[in-house]
């Protein structure tokens, strides 16, 4: 396994694969996030970003069942592990302690 550093767009990717489950796949993955977040990113980048993932074993990926409307090719699905769950829930549990860290002061906003 490669190192465990969590990126941010290898978070929001891997957020989005949790919140596709069992539906995650490189072009539903990329939609998702252009539709959630109004974050245009492209297939490559999803796919960089995967392999990473899979790499430091935060997801793992197998093919689908080749289809009509495909021209017979397959989709590679993807889905958490518990290792890419926990490396969330630090992730979240980092940013909230943090976050709380800020004093609740006014910033002279209105």
């Known amino acids: 396994m490669k190192g465990t550093y969590l990126g941010e767009f290898e978070e929001l990717v891997l957020l989005t694969v949790g919140a596709l489950y069992p539906e995650a796949y490189g072009v539903a993955i990329m939609d998702d996030i252009k539709n959630e977040t109004g974050r245009s990113v492209n297939i490559s980048a999803i796919h960089s970003a995967m392999r990473r993932l899979e790499d430091k074993g935060f997801v793992k990926s197998f093919m689908g069942g080749a289809t009509n409307e495909r021209g017979g090719r397959r989709k ?34 209105s």
């Open 76 to 109: 590679r699905y993807f889905e958490l592990t518990s290792y890419g769950k926990k490396a969330l829930d630090d992730a979240q549990s980092m940013r909230a302690k943090l976050y709380n860290r800020i004093p609740d002061i006014s910033f002279g906003q």
